[in-house]
């Protein structure tokens, strides 16, 4: 009875590893089959515009502060103490608003990003549900990062050519 017993415990515990081993997945690099996607080139041209304005608004307020700073350095010797401490005051406020500017670009720029490769992000998930399920997979692995170093090919497959057909199937 022990032994029976023992048994259907060691069956139970090795059942979800045998029932792994059998397991049939996919895999593909995610980014590189997000950057595959013509909308991905649209999106990064839209960021790259983005930031290009952003850039001319910091080269703009960079080179009106250096006008600005060369001009209180020519007439900093001249010029009473109340007037110097004053421009000197507008400098640092000029300055701080500057970096502030530089900051908050970042930012908008990460949402505008965020923003703009959120509906890819969701195709490609779709597409990635849509051939696993077609195919019967019980998951399917990221490859990205050198995260699995190794993957048996006979126990999984590269779906990359799977998903961008389902991508291109999408509406």
């Known amino acids: 009875m022990k032994n029976r017993l023992l048994s259907l415990i060691i069956m139970g515990l090795c059942l979800p590893l045998f029932a792994a081993a059998q397991a049939h997945f996919g895999f593909l690099s995610y980014s590189r089959t997000l950057q595959a996607m013509p909308e991905y080139a649209i999106v990064q041209q839209q960021v790259a515009a983005l930031h290009a304005q952003y850039d001319q608004e910091m080269k703009r307020a960079e080179d009106e502060f250096n006008k600005k700073y060369e001009e209180f350095i020519e007439q900093q010797g001249i010029l009473a ?91």
Request: charged letters at 25%; aromatic letters at 6%; glycine letters at 4%.
């Open 81 to 171: 103490t109340p007037i110097r401490m004053k421009r000197q005051a507008e400098l640092q406020e000029l300055m701080e608003k500057n970096l502030a500017f530089r900051d908050e670009a970042r930012r908008l720029l990460s949402d505008a990003e965020a923003q703009l490769t959120a509906p890819l992000y969701e195709q490609l998930d779709k597409a990635i549900q849509t051939v696993g399920q077609q195919r019967g997979y019980a998951f399917i692995l990221n490859t990205d990062g050198h995260a699995l170093p190794y993957i048996n090919p006979e126990q999984g497959e590269d779906v990359s050519a799977a998903v961008a057909e389902a991508l291109n199937s999408q509406p």
